[in-house]
């Protein structure tokens, strides 16, 4: 995933959704900066937004936000 930022697929399954950043945001209950922040990668998802997106989007979380070897422990 090169040119995903920092790993997160939220701008690439939005896209495959046919959904704007508004209409993603409003779906899970957040602003459109919000959503532009999560998918660049500068904001952190709490676990239930994350969850409420990864729902939206059709997948999981863990699909959605993917683990890189540097994150694991």
Do not use: H, W
């Not at 399954?13 to 046919?18: D, G, M």
């Not at 999560?38 to 989007?57: C, Q």
Request: aromatic residues 4%; without cysteine; glycine residues 8%.
């Amino acid at each position: 995933m090169p040119d995903t930022p920092r790993g997160n697929r939220v701008r690439e399954l939005r896209k495959q959704s046919r959904l704007t950043q508004a209409e993603l945001g409003a779906a899970v209950g957040v602003s459109r900066q919000s959503i532009v922040s999560t998918e660049k990668g500068d904001y952190a998802p709490s676990v239930y937004l994350a969850l409420r997106l990864a729902r939206t989007l059709g997948t999981n979380v863990e699909e959605l936000f993917p683990l890189t070897p540097e994150g694991l422990p």
